[in-house]
């Protein structure tokens, strides 16, 4: 199995292991990191948990995507809910664990990696982080009770970053409240072995240091004033016609229309909701459906199968979408909401 799950000195530790697939999480080690934290819940030589990842790219860049489109790809769309049914359930575990959850975030962190690390009660990023919810460009949307970390975002944040896949540096990731230390990655193997000697998760904090500031603090008025509108077009119709309203709208442009439709009713659903179980209910509503009547499969065969960047979504626009089938694809399922 590509991770390595462990006990050692007072902590548990659960390591990535497929750096050449920068990490991406399978079904496979869904279910083992769910049951490593069941037996260690109530194991008092377990003060805390830290999730990390071998390799310098990625702590991980996603969920195994491929897999799931191996599979719906030939009309079998029963193996992708399945995962994703197991993977939310795990996502609000960790949300709710009741020891401290520590996750080191180097490189990409995005989709399913944000699932199975962001959740967490101490979660900390370095110099490489680059931390993101890219779903709408491959036909899903921001998913792994992502759609609640965005919610918490200040202002019009989780809109923006929800639709338009925007790379956060750790400094941005702690303004939109994806993170909450900075540490250097020099100091990471040293916080590591102080965990594990100590089992106290206030080396975290010993270790903090504060960013430099990153880009989206200065974007803040701007997302504000155009990330309020009631639907994803008056969103793009009221960008501006400078640089930056130009190369924004043309990168919502090129996602998913219904992706990126039911992405900020998701957001907003979610920030109603504040609950990370009624959030993964929600995101299942679609993911469930992404495959039979959304654009997943063509998504992840224009950027992952084929690679010609030209994916044929099933809306010409953003303006062909209607309110009818965003309410459609976040319906109860025919068989009625998970329970996570």
């Not at 990842?53 to 990625?58: I, N, Q, V, Y």
């Not at 575990?93 to 962001?118: D, E, H, R, W």
Request: charged share 25%; hydrophobic share 40%.
């Amino acid at each position: 199995m590509s991770i390595r799950i462990r006990k050692i000195g007072r902590i548990g530790q659960i390591t990535l292991q497929r750096p050449e697939a920068l990490n991406a999480v399978s079904h496979e080690m869904v279910l083992a990191i769910e049951a490593a934290l069941d037996g260690w819940r109530d194991d008092e030589r377990v003060a805390c948990v830290l999730i990390d990842a071998e390799g310098h790219k990625a702590f991980s860049a996603g969920g195994d995507l491929q897999f799931m489109y191996e599979t719906a790809s030939k009309g079998d769309f029963e193996p992708g809910r399945t995962f994703w049914r197991d993977e939310y359930r795990l996502n609000a575990k960790i949300a709710n664990y009741p020891k401290p959850y520590i996750a080191l975030c180097q490189g990409f962190t995005m989709g399913g990696g944000v699932g199975v690390s962001l959740h967490g009660s101490h979660r900390v990023v370095g110099e490489s982080s680059k931390i993101a919810m890219p779903e709408c460009a491959v036909g899903l949307i921001p998913d792994v009770g992502g759609s609640l970390l965005l919610a918490r975002a200040p202002g019009r944040l989780g809109e923006y970053l929800g639709i338009t896949g925007y790379r956060m540096n750790a400094s941005d990731a702690i303004l939109a409240g994806f993170a909450d230390y900075f540490i250097p990655e020099a100091d990471w193997p040293g916080l590591t072995e102080t965990l594990i000697e100590t089992g106290d998760w206030s080396a975290v904090t010993a270790l903090a240091r504060d960013p430099e500031d990153g880009p989206l603090m200065a974007l803040r008025q701007q997302v504000d004033a155009h990330f309020g509108g009631a639907t994803l077009t008056e969103i793009v119709g009221s960008l501006p016609a400078d640089d930056w309203g130009s190369a924004t709208a043309k990168t919502i442009r090129s996602a998913s229309p219904l992706s990126a439709a039911s992405a900020i009713e998701l957001v907003r659903r979610a920030r109603a909701s504040g609950n990370i179980r009624v959030a993964l209910q929600q995101e299942y509503r679609f993911t469930s459906r992404s495959a039979s009547q959304g654009d997943f499969v063509e998504g992840i065969r224009a950027a992952i199968i084929d690679k010609d960047r030209n994916p044929q979504w099933r809306h010409k626009d953003i303006e062909a979408v209607t309110a009818a089938e965003v309410e459609e694809m976040l319906s109860e399922p025919p068989e009625g909401d998970i329970a996570v």
